[in-house]
C-alpha cells in the first residue's frame, strides 16, 4: 500500500462528539448492571411479583411465609408490597426472608453497604429486625445490622452493615429476620455497595471506569427499544421516574424483565455528569412497538407537552416548573443539553405516522427551544430535520464493503447521528473480527465526521450469567464481581483516545478491500494520528508519505490491538487476552515504511514539530 498524507490540508473537521455512549435497559445493563442496587425485585411491580428472588427462611423451630399484597403498600406508586407472616421465632430461632440478588450478592473484605427498607407490623412494633448478608454455604453471616424495632405506619429504616477479612464471594444472599412473631409488611429493601465517586445509590465502580476509558462525548438515552416500550403504558414515562423510589411505580421493559427505575431521568443526567458527557435526550414520540401509535393532532398534544416539561427538567432554572422539582431531587443546576431525539427507529412504525409526529414534536420543541438540534430517527419529507439517526447492525465483511458509505452523502442534508451500530460477530461479547469490522467502519466515520455528528456502539452492556443476555453482541461484559471490556472496547478506546481536531487529505493506491485508513491532525498538540487497520491474515506493508508535515518527530508512539485468529475474545476467565499495547516507532520521516502485522489495528501518533 502507499499511503499519501497531506498533513498541511485539512479537508474537514472532525466532529467534537463523534464518540460516545447509547445505553437502555438491555441484557441487565442498569439493575444486575451499572445502576449499582444488589437487591433483586427490590420492589413488587404492577405486573411483577418478584417472589423468584424472595424466600421465607427460618431457624430451628421457627416459621414463615411470603406473600405478595396486593393493595397494602407504602404508596400511591407502589401498592404492592411484600408480606411476611411469622407464625412462630423466638429467642435464637430467627424467621424472614431472603433475596437471591442479582445472581448473589457480591461480597468484598472492608466494606461497607449502605442497607435500607420499608416496613411495617400489625402489633405496635416489632423487633428487633435483623439485617444480613448471609454466606450461601456455610449459612453465616459476612455482615450484619440491627433496626431496633418498626412501627404500624410505613416508614423507611437504614443502617450500614460492613464486612471484615471475608474472602471476595457472590455466592450470599440478603436476609431480614426478626425472633418474635408477627405480620412484617417489606417494600424498597436496597442494599448498595460502594459507588463510582461515592454517589449515593449510583453506579458500579468497575464499569464506570471502563466507561470513563473511552472519553464518551455523550450518553444517548433511555434507548432504543426500552423509551418506546412494547405498549404505550410501558414506555419510559420520565415523570414516573424521578424523585424519591417510594414515588417510582417500577414498570415492565420491552426486554422481558422488570424495571426497578431506579435509573430514572436524573440518574442518567448524574452519569453524563460523572463521565463529562453531554446527554442526547431521546423522548417518547408517541409509538410504542407492539404498533401502538397516537396520531399526530390533539391527541399528541399530551406526549409533545410531556417532552417540553422533560426538557424543563433537564435544562431549566430552580425558577420553572420543571427544574424546580429537579432542585427539590437534588440537583438546583440545570444540565446543558444540544441534542434531543424524537422517538426511536419509528421506521418500524407500519402507520407512517412519524413524519407528522416528527413535525409536531419539532414545531413545539423549536418554538420554546430554538437552540436544540432535534434528531429524527428516520427520513421525514414535511420538515428537515437538523439530524438523522441511522443504524447498523452488520458483519465484518458488510462493514468492510460499507466504509465509503458517507463519503457522497448531502453536506447540505441534515446532520448524520449513527445511534446504533455494531458488527455482530461473536457472543455475549464481540471477537476480534467483529473488532476488525469495528474499526473499519470507524475509519469511514472519522473520513466523513464533518456530517457524522456522533456515533455510538450498541448495546453497551451485558450481564454474562446465565440469562442476562437479550441481545448479542454487545461491548463489555460482567458478571456480579468483575467486568471485561470486548477486543471491540479496546477498538473504541483507541479510536476515543487518538483523535485530531481536521481531517487531513491523503490518496491511497494498492490497499485491497482489508486495509483502511484514517487520518486526522490536533494542529494545537501538534500530532498526526494515523489509523490503519489490516483486516487481512497477511501483513501488509505501507509507504506512508507524510506531505507538507513540517518538522517530524522521529519516533512515533505506536499502539496495537491484533490477535491471531477472528475468532479470539475476551472474556470474564481470560479478560486481558486481547488488549492494545504501546511501543516507539522509530525512524519515522516524512517518507518510511511501516508494516501493519496480520488482523490488526494500529494508531500511530507522530508529533509534528
Ligand atoms: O440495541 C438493541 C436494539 O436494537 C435497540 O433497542 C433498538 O433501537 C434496535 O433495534
Redesign the pocket.
Known amino acids: 500500500v502507499t499511503l499519501n498524507i497531506q498533513a498541511d490540508k485539512p479537508i474537514a473537521k472532525v466532529s467534537p462528539t463523534l464518540y460516545g455512549l ?1 445505553t ?1 435497559e ?1 441484557n441487565y445493563s442498569y439493575d444486575g448492571g451499572l445502576y449499582a442496587e444488589l437487591v433483586n425485585g427490590r420492589a413488587p411491580g404492577p405486573q411483577w411479583d418478584a417472589l423468584e428472588h424472595w424466600v421465607a427462611v427460618t431457624e430451628g423451630s421457627a416459621q414463615a411465609s411470603i406473600s405478595v399484597d396486593p393493595a397494602n403498600g407504602p404508596s400511591t406508586a407502589l401498592p404492592r408490597c411484600l408480606k411476611v407472616t411469622i407464625k412462630q421465632a423466638g429467642p435464637g430461632e430467627q424467621a424472614g426472608v431472603l433475596n437471591d440478588g442479582y445472581w448473589g450478592i457480591p461480597v468484598r473484605p472492608d466494606t461497607t453497604y449502605q442497607a435500607s427498607f420499608y416496613a411495617k407490623t400489625d402489633a405496635p412494633s416489632l423487633g428487633p429486625v435483623k439485617i444480613s448478608i448471609v454466606d450461601n454455604q456455610s449459612g453465616r453471616a459476612v455482615a450484619s445490622a440491627t433496626i431496633p424495632s418498626i412501627t404500624s405506619e410505613w416508614k423507611q429504616y437504614s443502617t450500614v452493615l460492613k464486612t471484615g477479612q471475608v474472602s471476595v464471594s457472590a455466592t450470599n444472599h440478603l436476609v431480614l429476620s426478626v425472633e418474635h412473631p408477627g405480620t412484617l409488611w417489606l417494600d424498597l429493601v436496597s442494599l448498595f455497595p460502594p459507588t463510582y465517586k461515592d454517589r449515593e445509590h449510583g453506579f458500579r465502580i468497575d464499569l464506570m471506569e471502563k466507561l470513563a476509558g473511552m472519553h464518551p462525548a455523550f450518553l444517548r438515552f433511555p ?5 418506546e416500550g412494547d405498549h404505550i403504558a410501558e414506555r419510559f414515562d420520565w415523570k414516573k421516574t424521578i424523585g424519591p423510589w417510594v414515588d417510582r411505580p417500577t414498570h415492565p421493559s ?2 422481558h424483565y422488570h424495571s426497578s427505575d431506579g435509573m430514572g431521568l436524573l440518574e442518567f443526567l448524574y452519569w453524563c455528569e460523572d463521565l463529562h458527557m453531554q446527554p442526547v435526550l431521546a423522548v417518547y414520540a408517541g409509538y410504542s412497538m407492539m404498533q401502538e401509535h397516537v396520531e399526530p393532532g390533539a391527541a399528541l398534544d399530551p406526549y409533545v407537552q410531556d417532552a417540553l416539561d422533560e426538557i424543563e427538567y433537564v435544562t431549566g432554572g430552580s425558577d420553572t416548573r420543571w427544574g424546580a422539582i429537579r432542585a427539590k431531587n437534588g440537583h438546583p443546576a440545570p444540565f446543558s443539553l444540544t441534542y434531543v431525539e424524537v422517538g ?2 419509528d421506521f ?1 412504525d407500519k402507520s407512517g405516522s412519524y413524519d407528522g409526529r416528527y413535525a409536531q414534536f419539532y414545531k413545539a420543541i423549536k418554538q420554546k427551544y430554538p437552540q436544540l438540534q432535534l434528531i429524527a430517527t428516520t427520513p421525514v419529507s414535511s420538515i428537515k430535520p437538523d439530524v438523522v439517526d441511522d ?1 447498523y ?1 452488520k458483519k465484518a465483511e458488510e462493514f468492510f464493503a460499507d466504509v465509503h458509505h458517507y463519503d457522497g452523502t448531502d453536506r447540505n442534508g441534515p446532520k448524520i447521528f449513527v ?2 451500530w ?1 458488527t455482530r460477530e461473536g457472543g455475549p461479547t464481540p471477537n476480534f473480527g467483529a473488532a476488525l469490522g469495528d474499526a473499519a467502519w470507524m475509519t469511514g466515520m472519522e473520513r466523513n465526521s464533518d456530517i457524522v455528528v456522533m456515533a455510538s456502539y ?2 453497551l452492556l451485558v450481564n454474562v450469567n446465565p440469562g442476562g443476555m437479550q ?1 448479542r453482541t454487545d461491548l463489555i461484559g460482567y458478571d456480579t464481581l468483575t467486568s471485561y471490556g470486548s477486543p471491540s472496547y479496546y477498538a473504541q478506546v483507541m479510536f476515543a483516545n487518538h483523535l485530531g481536531k481536521e481531517v487531513v487529505g491523503s490518496t491511497v493506491s494498492g490497499g485491497g478491500p482489508r486495509f483502511f485508513y484514517s487520518a486526522t491532525k490536533d494542529e494545537d498538540k501538534g500530532i498526526l494520528y494515523l489509523k490503519l487497520v489490516n483486516a487481512s491474515s497477511v501483513p501488509q506493508p505501507v509507504d506512508l508519505r507524510l506531505m507538507g508535515a513540517g518538522t517530524i518527530g522521529s519516533t512515533a508512539k505506536l499502539i496495537s490491538l491484533s490477535s491471531k485468529t477472528t475468532q479470539d475474545t475476551n472474556t470474564l476467565a481470560d479478560p486481558m487476552h486481547i488488549v492494545p499495547t504501546e511501543t516507539a516507532l522509530t525512524g519515522v520521516k516524512d517518507s518510511f515504511s511501516h508494516t501493519v502485522p496480520p488482523y490488526a489495528i494500529q494508531i500511530l501518533e507522530v508529533s509534528l514539530k
Do not use: D, K, Q, R
Open positions: 447509547m437502555e438491555i434507548g432504543g427499544n426500552y423509551l420491552p426486554w426511536n427507529e418500524f443504524h447492525y445511534g446504533e455494531a450498541a448495546p441481545w
